[in-house]
């Protein structure tokens, strides 16, 4: 595998998908007094104290106490966040909601592909046929667990892999195909075997690649433990390092179906919210710094995503329910913008709902185009609709990059 540092061109998208739907009024919370008075009336005995916040810089927001690692990203200029993220008449059912944002569909719409399973199709044409190949030896999107995210999913099959970590995942599959001889008929079953022998084929030969990189990349800072985010992310930044040109890396962290008992009755500080928090911002927080030990940082972005928020109020169970829009995070060294928006307006609620402010599909646009480099009309195409992007990276267009300023006008 060639060094990362020396792949012309190479970007990496790592998806981080918090499952059960985060609260993000609890996550993000404003500082000014106003406004944090109105947070602390709707949110009665879930409020967070303000003294309690940690800033984000000049802003008049703070974040969950336990969030201090994506606190210093934030000063540090790596870390965007995008407020009140949704889409139009959302859906509250787990499932339902999971697969709207897997695969960019309206919510009244049933897609059978994965919005990244559309785009790895598009880049890679014919695949898994004629792959791997010299040019693209490796996995092209790789999830840590055990079975492929529906956002993978291409037109005919998964477009990535899921491991476990690399060397489980090598010592299943072997590194020898034991196929059948023979041809196989041109019938339903036939073309089924030869799917899967399709697949053992490149189980086998991504096994080899993924083993090699993992024992190439070495991680350059210890991971907290125990984390379960943080155990997939050291796995992400070893294949990265080990030079691996896998383009989508996608793990998961649940728990944030927070029902009952998120905070303690005694310490809203604490409790299982609180705890999901800090797993999630050490984790993130100590993926930065090694990707900056390893001098790797500017070719990867990473994002965070839940199939929903949580309503304004609490309920009865010291909890939240099921809700509409919650902010989404964006972290890496070529985020530019490190506010997208404003807090929640919570004099203005939809049935004690937080109002969306932006579509989840405006941030994949901006993925496609403003990470990745696809046309407006590829990303519209690969979305099937446009929408707008926002301003999260620090990239020119190519007609600002081309054009020639004159000065003065005339000259």
């Given at each position: 595998h060639t060094p990362v540092q020396a792949q012309a061109g190479y970007k990496a998208l790592v998806c981080v998908f918090l499952y059960g739907g985060n609260d993000g009024l609890n996550t993000i919370v404003p500082t000014d007094t106003t406004r944090y008075n109105q947070y602390a009336n709707v949110r009665g005995s879930?409020?967070?104290?303000?003294?309690?916040l940690v800033g984000l810089g000049s802003s008049s927001y703070g974040l969950h106490p336990a969030m201090a690692g994506m606190q210093r990203l934030f000063d540090d200029g790596r870390l965007s966040i995008v407020h009140s993220v949704s889409y139009p008449s959302p859906n509250f059912s787990h499932f339902r909601?999971?697969?709207?944002?897997?695969?960019?569909?309206?919510?009244?719409?049933?897609?059978?592909?994965?919005?990244?399973?559309?785009?790895?199709?598009?880049?890679?044409?014919?695949?898994?046929?004629?792959?791997?190949?010299n040019n693209m030896p490796d996995p092209l999107a790789v999830q840590i667990g055990a079975v492929s995210s529906t956002a993978l999913l291409g037109p005919g099959q998964p477009m990535g892999i899921a491991v476990q970590d690399p060397d489980t995942f090598a010592r299943l599959v072997g590194d020898k195909p034991n196929l059948p001889p023979g041809d196989l008929a041109d019938t339903y079953a036939g073309r089924n075997i030869g799917f899967i022998r399709q697949q053992q084929v490149s189980s086998v030969q991504y096994a080899g690649q993924l083993k090699t990189a993992a024992d190439k990349g070495k991680n350059q800072i210890a991971y907290p433990t125990p984390n379960s985010l943080a155990d997939q992310?050291?796995?992400v930044a070893r294949l990265i390092h080990g030079g691996l040109q896998t383009r989508i890396y996608y793990v998961t962290l649940g728990g944030f179906d927070t029902h009952a008992s998120q905070v303690s009755a005694t310490d809203t500080t604490v409790g299982n919210h609180a705890n999901l928090l800090k797993t999630l911002s050490d984790a993130v927080a100590i993926f930065q710094a090694d990707l900056k030990a390893m001098g790797i940082e500017d070719k990867v972005a990473g994002m965070t995503f839940s199939e929903f928020g949580r309503r304004a109020i609490s309920n009865n169970s010291m909890g939240?329910?099921?809700?509409?829009?919650?902010?989404?995070?964006v972290f890496g060294s070529s985020v530019k913008t490190q506010m997208i928006g404003?807090?929640?307006?919570?004099?203005?609620?939809?049935?004690?709902?937080?109002?969306?402010?932006?579509?989840?599909?405006?941030?994949?646009?901006?993925?496609?185009?403003?990470?990745?480099?696809?046309?407006?009309?590829?990303?519209?195409?690969?979305?099937?609709?446009?929408?707008?992007?926002?301003?999260?990276?620090?990239?020119?267009?190519?007609?600002?990059?081309?054009?020639?300023?004159?000065?003065?006008n005339p000259a």
């Open positions: 879930l409020a967070l104290p303000r003294t309690s909601a999971s697969d709207i944002w897997f695969t960019a569909a309206d919510s009244n719409q049933n897609l059978t592909t994965g919005w990244m399973g559309r785009y790895l199709d598009q880049r890679y044409p014919d695949y898994p046929e004629n792959y791997p190949n992310l050291r796995i939240t329910d099921h809700g509409i829009a919650a902010p989404l995070f404003a807090n929640p307006n919570l004099s203005d609620l939809d049935n004690n709902n937080i109002k969306m402010q932006y579509d989840f599909r405006q941030v994949y646009a901006t993925m496609l185009t403003d990470w990745f480099g696809l046309d407006d009309a590829d990303a519209n195409t690969l979305l099937f609709k446009s929408f707008d992007t926002v301003p999260v990276f620090r990239r020119q267009s190519q007609a600002a990059a081309n054009r020639l300023e004159i000065f003065p």
